[in-house]
C-alpha cells in the first residue's frame, strides 16, 4: 500500500478568501454524496443527485461538454454500467455559496491519476443538487519552489 493510499482524507477546507463563502456541512455532504454515489457505481442514485428543475451540464474527462439532463444521465449511465470505481474527493473547498447555489472545487484521485474537478449545486426542494461536474486531468504537480541565493 503506498502513502497515498494510506493518507486519511482531507478535512475539507473554508474559504476565508474575497468571496467571503462560508462551507455548509449541507454542501460538503452533498459533495461527499456524489463521490460515494460515483465508487459505488450506482446509477438511479446518481440520477437522485441531478436537478430536475434547472438546466444541467457535464464535461467528463477528455469529453466534449453535455448539455440537458438526459444527455448527462445517459453518459452516467455509461460510465456506471461497470460498477464501482475506485475514486475518492481530496481538498474540497466551496469557492462560492449563496442560499440557493454553491461551488466546490476538488481534487479528484482516480487510480493513480489526479483530476481537477469542479462542482456546481443549486437548492431545489429542500437540497442541494448538481447543476454541473466538470474533471480534467491535471498535467504535472507543480514542483516546490527553489529559493535563490
Sequence with gaps: MSARE??????PRRD??????????????A??????????GDARA????????????CVHPGWRALVGRVAVMNSWRRLL?????PIACEDPLVISESATAAVVLCVERLGDSELSAT???????????????????????????????
Design 6 to 11: 494510506r493518507r486519511p482524507p482531507a478535512a
Design 16 to 29: 476565508s478568501g474575497t468571496l467571503g463563502a462560508v462551507m455548509t456541512d449541507d454542501v460538503l455532504a
Design 31 to 40: 459533495n461527499a454524496r456524489f463521490y460515494e454515489v460515483f465508487a459505488r
Design 46 to 57: 446518481m440520477d437522485e443527485l441531478w436537478s430536475e428543475d434547472a438546466a444541467v451540464a
Design 81 to 85: 454500467a461497470g460498477g464501482a470505481t
Design 119 to 149: 462542482n456546481v449545486f443549486v437548492r431545489e426542494r429542500g437540497q442541494w443538487r448538481l447543476v454541473h461536474h466538470h474533471a480534467g486531468p491535471v498535467a504535472a504537480r507543480p514542483s516546490a519552489p527553489r529559493i535563490l541565493n
